[in-house]
Structures are given as C-alpha cells and as structure tokens.
C-alpha cells in the first residue's frame, strides 16, 4: 500500500501562494494587494513609464512619493503621461524589487 502524508497548510500561507499581485488603477491613485506591496518596505516609492511598452514601474525608495497604506495618490503622474485606462491589473515583481504593471487593452483588465 502507499501512503500519502496530508500535511495542512496554514490559511495566510495558501492565500499568498495563490494570489497574483494585483495593481488597480483610478483617476487618482494606484492601489496594490498585499503580495505587490511587499517589495515596498521603505514606504516611498518612484513611479516611472515606458511609453513604448505601455508599463508602469514602481520602484521602493528611501524618500519619494509616499505610499499611504496601500494606495500611492498619483494623479499628477497618471495626467503627466495621459493614462487613463482604469481598472485592476496583474503585475509582476522583479528581482530589482520593483513592481512593474503593463497596461493592456480593455479587453485583458481583471474584474
């Protein structure tokens, strides 16, 4: 006979594994979950925009635009660089600690 060990996993542990970083984006802020937030330990972060590859970076610094509990107010930056595609999206985290959000076609947002 074989055995298999059913080890549980605790409920923190399983919703971290699962869940994607997710960034919305509003008319006046970017909001984060908790698994984006996480490389921003410093509670300043730099945003950037590539143009071409229509994606935003959030970048953890020690002094920049301040990160209010999970919600950066952007809405110079989202005017600046005339974003306005709203909605939730998934991101990726780098090995830089920067968070980068792609913005695609209305068709891709999550709901």
């Known amino acids: 006979m074989n055995f298999e060990v059913y080890a549980p996993r605790t409920r923190a542990e399983g919703k971290l594994n699962t869940k994607p970083p997710i960034v919305g984006i509003s008319n ?46 952007a809405r110079g930056f ?3 660089f005339d974003i306005v595609l709203k909605g939730k999206f998934v991101s990726t985290i780098e090995n830089d600690g920067c968070v980068y959000v792609t913005l695609p076609d209305a068709q891709e947002q999550v709901s």
């Open 28 to 73: 006046n802020k970017i909001t984060m979950n908790k698994i984006a937030l996480s490389p921003l330990s410093t509670g300043n972060a730099e945003l950037s925009y590539d143009s071409e590859l229509r994606t935003i970076k959030i970048r953890p610094v020690e002094s920049g635009i301040k990160v209010k509990k999970r919600s950066i107010y």
């Open 78 to 80: 989202l005017k600046h």
